[in-house]
């Protein structure tokens, strides 16, 4: 089992930042796909960024050049720096982590929610205008 925490939510103006934190423990090792995930009030949850194990990185068009994901491995710390935020990224933001999926004799990670099977229970993130 894969114990994910998210801390660094929280109100913040328009065109501010903010910095989201994910400590990953248990059966959780580097190679794992990390991801970032949003979901706002009466929508669908979407993938917001991920990371896979060699550092390659994939972003929704909606945060691209806003928004980065990095992660620490020895320190088991999965970060997103949110800058330039919106209104519109008001959401719950929650961390994931998922073994990757075999393609073409190598991994792959995909912003999917299925590709992750840990979840976190999730931090709020609120942009006001």
């Known amino acids: 089992q894969v114990h994910l925490v998210e801390s660094g939510g929280g109100a913040v103006q328009a065109g501010g930042s903010l910095r989201l934190s994910c400590a990953a423990s248990?059966?959780?090792?580097?190679?794992?796909?990390m991801g970032w995930f949003r979901q706002a009030p009466g929508k669908e949850r979407e993938g917001v960024a991920i990371?896979?194990?060699?550092?390659?990185?994939n972003y929704a068009d909606s945060v691209e050049g806003r928004f980065t994901i990095s992660k620490d491995n020895a320190k088991n710390t999965l970060y997103l720096q949110m800058d330039s935020l919106k209104p519109e990224d008001t959401a719950m933001y929650y961390c994931?982590?998922?073994?990757?999926?075999?393609?073409?004799?190598?991994?792959?990670?995909?912003?999917?929610?299925?590709?992750?099977?840990?979840w976190g229970q999730g931090t709020q993130v609120t942009v006001s205008s």
């Open positions: 248990g059966y959780y090792h580097n190679d794992y796909c």
């Open positions: 990371i896979d194990s060699d550092g390659d990185t």
């Open positions: 994931a982590a998922g073994e990757p999926l075999p393609y073409g004799g190598s991994w792959l990670c995909v912003r999917f929610e299925s590709n992750f099977g840990y």
